[in-house]
């Protein structure tokens, strides 16, 4: 059931046991004052059903409590599967991309790991952060391309290099 639904059902049904206990409350008060509660064995009924409704009331006030938490409060299980599912989803990518980097050598994976981090980077910015010879990061990269691990955009005199979406 969802979690709205279940809040004002609990809701509602504390609401119509607190009217009825501090109804059944009302009857014993009155009973008490009728009986001008001397210490006789009727009095010392009459007091532990007062002492029995204040428990009562304690949970009535309990499972109010949960009703409004689970109404305003609490998230849904479509927000926690959808959670779920995107860190799988995460954890997936992250063990194939590890995977991947496990043929390479040194040189493509400090590539491979400047394109994962900076999507869209350029060739010449590639090259500063690799520390890499133009030639080299040429070569990896037509390489990655002929492997369908990236694609190449034209930017200028230059390319931009994106992680290929089957990646």
């Known amino acids: 059931m969802e979690n709205k639904k279940l809040g ?11 009217i009825l206990a501090f109804g ?7 009973q008490t004052t009728a009986l001008q509660c ?16 204040h428990i009562a ?10 009703g409004v938490y689970l109404l305003f409060f609490s998230t849904s299980e479509e927000a926690i599967l959808k959670r779920l599912e995107d860190e799988k989803n995460m954890k997936i990518e992250e063990d194939k991309f590890s995977l991947i980097l496990k043929a390479m050598d040194d040189n493509e994976i400090k590539v491979i790991t400047a394109i994962k981090e900076q999507d869209g980077i350029t060739q010449s910015t590639l090259r500063f952060r690799t520390d890499l010879s133009k030639a ?32």
């Open 57 to 66: 009331v304690g949970l009535i006030a309990f499972i109010g409590a949960l």
């Open 24 to 30: 059944f409350m009302g009857v014993i008060g009155k």
């Open 136 to 167: 080299k990061i040429s070569q990896v990269l037509s390489d990655f391309e002929r492997k369908h691990l990236i694609k190449r955009e034209s930017k200028g005199k230059t390319y931009a290099v994106y992680l290929a979406e089957s990646f």
């Open 38 to 53: 001397y210490p006789t064995s009727e009095c010392q009924r009459v007091e532990s059903l007062l002492g029995l409704s």
């Open 8 to 18: 004002y059902l609990i809701l509602s049904f504390s609401v119509v046991a607190s």
